[in-house]
């Protein structure tokens, strides 16, 4: 009888067969044994061949295929809506079609600014002597700035109201990507604000994006409150919570990017309603901070440096990062930044998890940063005198 109440055990236990009945016709424990043994060997097969049809499930489990058997097919993929279809055939044709040829490619430099640029002479000795290298844009969206560039008049896009960590902020961002995409030779768009400056010179610019086919979009995972904190389920079932990312609004794009970024209007709507300051009572999402790194982590994710070629310093472990005043511009400076090869993420969670990366550029460690922030208006005169000491290399 041990036998009998083993089987019963084992049988209450795999749920497999309706609730244990004894069975009048097999009295001798001899049968039972083997009938025992036949059904363990045939559990054991099916366990490790599992039926594969809707019959089999029906079959051998005792809740069906709904329940919580072990008989249960893997879930199917989740069906695509029309949308995502759309929006993945798009993607990848973009993706896969080889990058616009042209005779003359260009940088854009894309200056997403309140009023005025405090760097406008700075930036004049970058661009001085590349003409037809490189255009820029001004997106300014308080203040009409008063321009002592060339290179900088009539440069403006129309613009309209950023305000800070809101969809606004990417609205605005793309404004200057469709701008700039009108000009065919545009190969690279970058990024920038009114408190970023060059690290480098034109030409180590200049060949450090256009020989290279990826973005320089940085993107992590920080599982903390100021990372995937900000997840919100309605952005299911396009946008799942493990492919929530964080990373750095100061983008590079080349052009292929550019383009999906203005096709896509699925993630984008996704991030417009569920990812803004004030989300579900307290919990702020900030879609400059979000929606690129996650959209580009989810269509392509080999296609993405995971760092920004903008430098910020975040060491002082404050709500905003370090602002250089004047008499921090120094050479020594400069040549701790430009020497900088690895990156470096830290998670917002209390482990403060610090992820350090080397900065691969087409295979090779070399240094991470072309541009830096932020820098106040005062820093001026001390650019102009150290900056052709230390853009010389
Ligand atoms: C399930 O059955 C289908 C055909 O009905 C077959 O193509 C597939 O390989 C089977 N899967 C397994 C895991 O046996
Ligand atoms: C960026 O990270 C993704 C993983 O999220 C990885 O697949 C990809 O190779 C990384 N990009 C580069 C250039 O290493
Ligand atoms: C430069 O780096 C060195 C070594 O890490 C450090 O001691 C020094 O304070 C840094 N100087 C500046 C100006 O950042
Ligand atoms: C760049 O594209 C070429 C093919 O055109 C490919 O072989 C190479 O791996 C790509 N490099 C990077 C860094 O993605
Ligand atoms: C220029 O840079 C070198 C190091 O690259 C430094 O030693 C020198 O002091 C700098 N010159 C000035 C005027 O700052």
Known sequence: MKAAQAWRLSMKDMQILPGPRSRPHLRKPKWIIVLVTLVSVFLICAYIYPPNNSVACYMFSSNGCNGHSHWRPPPPAREFSDEEIASRVVIRDILSAPALQTKNPKIAFLFLTPGPLPFERLWDMFFHGHEGKFSVYVHASKDKPVHFSRYFINREIRSDKVVWGKISMVDAEKRLLANALKDPDNQQFVLLSDSCIPLRNFNFVYNYLMYTNISFIDCFIDPGPHGTGRYSDHMLPEVEKSDFRKGAQWFTMKRQHALIV?????????????????????????????YL?????????AGIANWSVTHVDWSEGKWHPKSYRARDITSELFRNI?????????????????QVRPCLWNGMQRPCYLFARKFLPETLDNLLLLFSNYTKA
Not at 268 to 286: L, V
């Open 262 to 290: 203005m096709a896509d209007s699925l993630y984008y709507t996704k991030f417009h309603d569920y990812c803004k300051p004030g989300m579900e009572g307290s919990r702020n999402c900030y879609s400059d901070e979000h």
């Open 293 to 301: 790194p996650t959209f580009f982590h989810m269509i392509d994710p």
């Open 338 to 354: 430009t020497s900088i090869d690895e990156s470096v993420h830290v998670t917002s969670d209390e482990r403060k998890e610090v």
